[in-house]
């Protein structure tokens, strides 16, 4: 794969900072014609950003709708040219990853408390604003960079590393990540439009007051979500609508003290009524319906909608949900502890077979901050059969233990950065 200076003006065949160059397909015709950024993770990879800010700023110089990067496409509508996104992106790696001061691309970005994206150069150390006018600051700053944890890691093993002897300095890195396609390659968020709009609480809680005055006589309507659903949809709604019957029934009879007229049962009613793709129930209109039966506050809600809310395409599915699920969660650690039990019952008893790819659900329900680190944490602890049974819980436990190890050393290193910060 021919790779390019990551600044282009520099003509120095051995300028170390390199990105392969874009490759892009255009497919499609007439109105669905769009173009498919073939290597994004790579090239995003190399700049340290995550693709998702790359494709949003071609969307946003191209007037165009872009696409979450599911199963890594990444899609702008309409036909581009690779050439001409090539000439985009310079503009991106300008304005959002090269140092103000000394243009090195060796940056990475956070999020100032008085709300300015910084650009923190690792070559000269300066700390460079990011201009807030442009539209993919706004983006940026609702989907904020992650704490990347991960760059932490990296960050322990250089040093045990150079201690080892070995010559690798600081700099060098940026070229092994784009050489190895791992390294610090940002956890990748399937962040999509709805996330981008509502994604925080505050933004939800006003979306709520907006809808509020409006009249929902339109129900599931037309949404941005143009994910696709296979046809075994259906089958597998059924079995999980059966298992989430049953759940309910379980909690019913467990929390009688409460002595309601089983609202969850209506709850789930009115949630099967909403249509086939779960992704077509609107966030607000559920949020309303939980208000209506008093259920919004109440701490097995969360379970509810843990098995609600999710199907195969969990891994997907998180991400535009964030915003109302962190409203309905945030509310106590019980709230925590049922969401994460709805998943372990969602994933261990109906679909097994999204066992291996737990680790990256929690990773999702974590990056959103849906669920606190805490929480899942001492959730990982042991298998308990509160939620399923205790072999269950164990799968589910073990199945996570990728996850809950990553999720235990972030946090060593965390506390390791801070006996240094002290010094
Ligand atoms: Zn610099």
């Given amino acids: 794969m021919a790779t390019i200076n990551i600044r282009r003006d520099v003509t120095d065949p051995f300028y170390r900072y390199k990105m392969e160059k874009i490759l892009s397909k255009i497919e499609g015709k007439g109105n669905g014609i769009k173009s498919v950024i073939v290597n994004l993770p790579s090239i995003a990879n190399s700049l340290s950003r995550p693709p998702i800010y790359v494709v949003k700023y071609f969307g946003f110089e191209l007037g165009a709708q872009t696409n ?78 992650q704490k990347d944890k991960k760059d932490k890691k990296d960050k322990k093993e250089r040093k045990k590393s150079k201690t080892n002897g070995d010559e690798n300095k600081e700099g060098s890195n940026s070229e092994e990540d784009s ?6 390659v940002q956890p990748t968020s399937n962040l999509d439009q709805y996330a981008a709009e509502a994604g ?57 003290e409460e002595g309601e007229d089983d609202p969850y049962g209506q709850f789930d009613e009115w949630f099967r009524a909403q249509g086939d793709k779960l992704e077509d129930v609107d966030d607000i209109d559920i949020y309303k319906k939980l208000q209506d039966l008093g259920l919004e506050t109440k701490h097995k809600t969360p379970q509810v909608l843990a098995q609600c809310l999710f199907n195969k395409d969990i891994v997907k599915q998180i991400a535009p949900r964030a915003g109302m699920l962190k409203k309905i969660i945030g509310a106590s650690d019980r709230h925590e502890r049922a969401f994460l039990g709805g998943i372990e019952r969602l994933i261990g008893k109906d679909y097994p077979e999204l066992l291996p790819s737990l680790p990256t659900v929690l990773h999702n329900i974590y990056d959103k901050e849906i669920v606190s680190e805490d929480a899942i944490l001492k959730w990982g602890e042991k298998a308990s059969k509160r939620y399923v049974d205790t072999a269950t819980s164990k799968k589910v436990k073990a199945a996570a233990a990728p996850f809950l190890t990553w999720l235990q050393e972030a946090d060593e290193d965390d506390s390791e950065d801070d006996d240094e910060d002290d010094e």
């Fill in 179 to 184: 050489k190895n396609g791992n390294g610090h």
């Fill in 68 to 145: 979450t990067g599911d199963h890594d496409r990444w899609i702008i509508n309409g036909a581009h040219e690779a050439t001409k996104l090539q000439d985009l992106l310079d503009g991106f790696i300008t304005k959002f990853v090269l140092c103000k001061e000394c243009q090195n691309p060796e940056t990475d970005l956070s999020i100032s408390k008085d709300q300015n994206i910084i650009r923190n150069c690792k070559a000269c150390g300066q700390r460079t604003k990011v201009d807030p006018r442009l539209k993919l600051s706004g983006y940026i700053l609702k989907n904020p960079p």
């Fill in 200 to 256: 925080s609480d505050d933004e939800f809680t006003r979306t709520i007051t907006d809808a509020a005055n409006k009249i929902s006589a339109d129900g599931a309507g037309e949404d941005q979500h143009a994910l696709t659903t296979d046809t075994s949809e259906k089958a597998i709604r059924a079995r999980q609508n059966n298992e989430l019957t049953a759940a309910i029934e379980r909690l019913a009879l467990a929390e009688e």
